[in-house]
């Protein structure tokens, strides 16, 4: 079994400032972790995934993620933020092919300006 | 990107009554749906895959006899609470698997029973 810990619930930032969203998974098999984001009234966005290769994955909108086995983590980071990245962030994980997955409860990213 | 409609987005509904929330995928062919619950500040939990044309595969713990699950063409999946009571208001989020690892997310129905 699959489970997904997000560490923080609300992350406040200020406009421009770097933001690290956490994300720690336990799985006894192979994993493939994803990172989605919901903005409000809307359905979730695929930001970035990892299914394998480099460990280092970069998503769209300026996001990219790490992929650290040893530390069993998929953190979120983007290097400035902005407002229009005020949103809901959910970490993912699935452990084979067939879709099913597992969400992490979440962290509110909020930009201040 | 792909996209998937819910109707209605949201819905009130009296105690003992039955709701139907209809999935579409709208520019691509959905094999497998997946229909999710969302509790406020809360995961989302997955409840159902379904594969068109055959019976959904429910998690542990969900009531199929409460949610059944239609999944009868490539685009429509549907999920009908029946005897809904107050403790099956919650967010109800349904997605379609364009591929592998690729899973498009419809934009949720809030549904209150009263």
Known sequence: AQSVTQLDSQVPVFEEAPVELRCNYSSSVSVYLFWYVQYPNQGLQLLLKYLSGSTLVKGINGFEAEFNKSQTSFHLRKPSVHISDTAEYFCAVSGYAGNKLVFGAGTILRVKS | ?114
């Open chain 2, 1 to 114: 990107g792909a996209v998937v409609s819910q109707h209605p987005s949201w819905v009130i509904c009296k105690s003992g009554t039955s709701v139907k929330i209809e999935c579409r995928s709208l520019d691509f062919q959905a094999t497998t749906m997946f229909w999710y619950r969302q509790f406020p500040k809360q995961s989302l939990m997955l409840m159902a895959t379904s594969n068109e044309g055959s019976k959904a595969t429910y998690e542990q713990g969900v009531e199929k006899d409460k949610f059944l699950i239609n999944h009868a063409s490539l685009t429509l999946s549907t999920l009908t609470v029946t005897s809904a009571h107050p403790e099956d208001s919650s967010f109800y989020i349904c997605s379609g698997a364009g591929g592998p690892h690729e899973q498009y997310f419809g934009p949720g129905t809030r549904l209150t029973v009263t």
